[in-house]
């Protein structure tokens, strides 16, 4: 399928530009070691993108909330490591002088899509913003978020609706993530990780996601899946990172 996005630059790496762009990374930021490990294993199975949660946004207060500021530290080292820019998720307006010191990208999660005041702020900074879709956000809610930012330095990220089945977490809406390119012509990235919840459907709706043209994806990796202080059951071995993404260059098109 032809792609005619326009660019968005996370330091030297292009997203949109016809090469898919893989994101990788634990959802939390566990600790330095934890995380110093999964980098260095997400960059030899050719992620691009580090990704990794220091403040979390969790459904329960008694939930692990990220480790907050020595996260971002570590974030920064890794990455520098690595040589893989950084993209985080910010909360709030008080963070984002913090993380912006820190981080590559900005991410505002499912949860604050509809955060006005958060979307301007962040949009101030003038660093490419990730801005996931909320669970139940239509198509025009979206875009309407994403005009908030004020700038075209933006990548949108399709993470799964609510749908009725507990079956899988969200619905991967692999036709609304198309619709959303075709409206703004930014790119377009999957997170099958929080789209399905489950480590077994990861590979085959990053893959699906990838044969559809999108931009890249954003998958939750870990050197350890199941000791994942959050969201064990969705997070992949690097292994199984480094098989979707050699899978994902052998398609041609
Ligand atoms: C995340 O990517 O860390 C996250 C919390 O995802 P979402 O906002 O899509 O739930
Ligand atoms: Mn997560």
Partial sequence: MKNKTKIVKVNSIQIG???????????????????????????????????????????????FQGLGIPALRYLKQSGKKYNLPVVTEVMSIDQIDIISQCADMLQVGSRNMYNYPLLKEVGKTGKPILLKRGFSATIEEWIGAFEYIGHEQVVFCER??????????????????LVVRKETQLPIIIDPSHATGRRDLVPPMALAAIAAGVDGLMIETHTDPDSSISDAAQSIRIETLAEIIKTARSFSF
Avoid: Q, Y
């Fill in 17 to 63: 530009g016809g090469t898919p762009v893989i994101m990788a990374g634990p959802c939390a930021v566990e600790s330095e070691e934890i995380l110093d490990a999964i980098a260095s294993g997400v960059a030899k199975a050719g992620a691009v993108i580090l990704r990794g949660g220091a403040f979390k946004p969790r459904t329960k207060r008694s939930s």
């Fill in 160 to 177: 799964g609706i609510r749908g009725f089945d507990p079956n899988t977490r969200n619905i991967l809406d692999l036709a609304g993530a």
